[in-house]
């Protein structure tokens, strides 16, 4: 089995920054793209930011220049650098790993941003 745990939410004023941290464990050979998502109350999930196996990295729009996303692949570990938070970001934060083409999500951390 594989897990995925994120770290490092919480509550942080407009303007401030977090780092969200998401480790793998259990029976990871490769693990292909990783990514985090979010989800706001009401809203779907969406994505935030993913990078490949290779370092390639892509941004939903509304996080481009604030946000940067970074893997250790020595320690199967991934991260969210968010700066500039605004209130708009308050969300759970979901890390996703692609696992031999098979898609693990963890619980979430929920980060809120107060005005």
């Known amino acids: 089995q594989v897990q995925l745990v994120e770290s490092g939410g919480g509550l942080v004023q407009a303007g401030g920054s977090l780092r969200l941290s998401c480790a793998a464990s259990?029976?990871?050979?490769?693990?292909?793209?990783m990514g985090w998502y979010r989800q706001a109350p009401g809203k779907q999930r969406e994505l935030v930011a993913v990078?490949?196996?290779?370092?390639?990295?892509n941004y939903a729009d509304s996080v481009k220049g604030r946000f940067t996303i970074s893997r250790d692949n020595d320690n199967n570990t991934v991260y969210l650098q968010m700066n500039s938070l605004k209130p708009e970001d308050t969300a759970v934060y979901y890390c996703?790993?692609?696992?031999?083409?098979?898609?693990?999500w963890g619980k979430g951390t929920l980060v809120t941003v107060s005005s």
């Open positions: 996703k790993a692609n696992i031999l083409w098979v898609d693990y």
């Open positions: 259990g029976s990871i050979f490769s693990i292909n793209g």
């Open positions: 990078i490949t196996s290779g370092g390639r990295t």
